[in-house]
């Protein structure tokens, strides 16, 4: 029924920048919050920016100032701008969506595959 694409990631040195994109589609018919999250081997998934239809962001303590979270409603696609990237942002990074379907009412949580970000020299 709907699906979450993500793309651009891959393999950055430090100091580097990224730019991750994550395409909704399918029977939508609203969406409310989007965000990324990520998660680094051995630990959990945590999150690294939401936004909300409203356009309120909100961005981890560790990447404030350096990410930038921002969407094209026009296209049900969200992005993540990564700047400054450390060794430490290394990790699988998932698209999460709260979409309204035709075939449902309430808004239900969508994930993406994930996208392998990788800092290192």
């Known amino acids: 029924q709907v699906q979450l694409v993500e793309s651009g990631g891959g393999l950055v040195q430090p100091g580097g920048s990224l730019r991750l994109s994550c395409a909704a589609s399918?029977?939508?018919?609203?969406?409310?919050?989007m965000g990324w999250y990520r998660q680094a081997p051995g630990k959990e998934r945590e999150l690294v920016a939401r936004?909300?239809?409203?356009?309120?962001?909100n961005y981890a303590d560790s990447v404030k100032g350096r990410f930038t979270i921002t969407t094209d409603n026009g296209k049900n696609t969200v992005y993540l701008q990564m700047n400054s990237l450390k060794p430490e942002d290394t990790a699988v990074y998932y698209c999460?969506?709260?979409?309204?379907?035709?075939?449902?009412?309430?808004?239900?949580?969508?994930w993406g595959q994930g996208t392998q970000v990788t800092v290192s020299s």
């Open positions: 999460n969506a709260q979409i309204r379907t035709y075939f449902r009412s309430s808004y239900t949580d969508y």
């Open positions: 399918g029977s939508i018919v609203s969406i409310s919050d």
């Open positions: 936004t909300t239809s409203g356009g309120r962001t």
